[in-house]
């Protein structure tokens, strides 16, 4: 139990705190649960959390901390349990109301007067808070209708993306396969060719050869030198 409120101490919201401290209001929120996670105590009215002075010197300890958060969370913890401990818990007398009212039919016609005037404030308050909350409620359903419209163009934006990327790559998978196979053509005709250039050599060489060899038989004919020689130029 906290007892180490002050009288009439000021009580903070997430967002007061979010501006006090210099922070994001969804970091308020993480700070108190990652306090809360290491034993810390905060005023509660139901689920959401109620700030005190102390409690923001705490989210800023966590702001400009440079150690791992949980660890400095439970430095603050170790410091709360000691000021809770120094506190000494408040009796606080509730005075009987019947007893204290005021017997002049004026004076208490005024005390009524008060408690109508705060009721009607109050009440004008709730009117107004009740009217943000729809103004509220209305911006947070735009919102999520921009993000439905913001993804559904983001997600078209990415098919027609992905279309263009598949029609250029198929393009270019086109085009490698009929440079390649105009290479494969080149190649089997230079192959052709040079196959051919072989024949004809081949029969160059074997040509050359029977002319060599009708002239070494002409030469080592001594009786038949010339005319032999002459018949095979004659041939």
Same mark, same amino acid.
């Given at each position: 139990?906290?007892?180490?409120?002050?009288?009439?101490?000021?009580?903070?919201?997430?967002?007061?705190?979010?501006?006090?401290?210099?922070?994001?209001?969804?970091?308020?929120?993480?700070?108190?649960?990652?306090?809360?996670?290491?034993?810390?105590?905060?005023?509660?009215?139901?689920?959401?959390?109620?700030?005190?002075?102390?409690?923001?010197?705490?989210?800023?300890?966590?702001?400009?901390?440079? $150690?791992?958060?949980?660890?400095?969370?439970?430095?603050?913890?170790?410091?709360?349990?000691?000021?809770?401990?120094?506190?000494?818990?408040?009796?606080?007398?509730?005075?009987?109301?019947?007893?204290?009212?005021?017997?002049?039919?004026?004076?208490?016609?005024?005390?009524?007067?008060?408690?109508?005037?705060?009721?009607?404030?109050?009440?004008?308050?709730?009117?107004?808070?009740?009217?943000?909350?729809?103004?509220?409620?209305?911006?947070?359903?735009?919102?999520?209708?921009?993000?439905?419209?913001?993804?559904?163009?983001?997600?078209?934006?990415?098919?027609?993306?992905?279309?263009?990327?598949?029609?250029?790559?198929?393009?270019?998978?086109?085009?490698?396969?009929?440079?390649?196979?105009?290479?494969?053509?080149?190649?089997?005709?230079?192959? $052709?060719?040079?196959?051919?250039?072989?024949?004809?050599?081949?029969?160059?060489?074997?040509?050359?050869?029977?002319?060599?060899?009708?002239?070494?038989?002409?030469?080592?004919?001594?009786?038949?030198?010339?005319?032999?020689?002459?018949?095979?130029?004659?041939?």
């Amino acid at each position: 139990m906290r007892r180490d409120i002050q009288a009439n101490e000021r009580a903070f919201s997430s967002k007061e705190v979010a501006e006090e401290v210099g922070i994001a209001t969804p970091t308020v929120r993480k700070y108190g649960q990652i306090l809360e996670r290491n034993g810390y105590e905060f005023l509660k009215d139901g689920d959401r959390r109620i700030f005190v002075q102390s409690d923001i010197g705490a989210l800023i300890a966590l702001r400009d901390t440079d $150690k791992p958060l949980d660890d400095t969370a439970k430095d603050l913890v170790f410091q709360q349990k000691e000021r809770l401990e120094g506190s000494k818990e408040t009796d606080i007398a509730v005075p009987d109301i019947y007893e204290n009212l005021p017997q002049d039919p004026n004076q208490l016609k005024e005390v009524l007067m008060f408690l109508v005037n705060e009721i009607a404030a109050t009440r004008e308050i709730n009117v107004q808070l009740t009217d943000d909350m729809s103004q509220l409620k209305t911006s947070v359903s735009r919102l999520q209708q921009d993000h439905h419209v913001i993804s559904s163009s983001i997600g078209n934006s990415a098919q027609k993306t992905n279309a263009k990327i598949e029609k250029l790559t198929e393009q270019q998978k086109n085009h490698y396969e009929t440079l390649l196979q105009q290479e494969k053509q080149k190649s089997e005709l230079l192959q $052709k060719e040079i196959q051919k250039m072989r024949d004809e050599q081949r029969i160059e060489w074997s040509s050359q050869n029977d002319f060599n060899k009708r002239l070494e038989e002409a030469i080592q004919k001594p009786k038949e030198k010339w005319g032999g020689l002459f018949s095979i130029f004659r041939k």
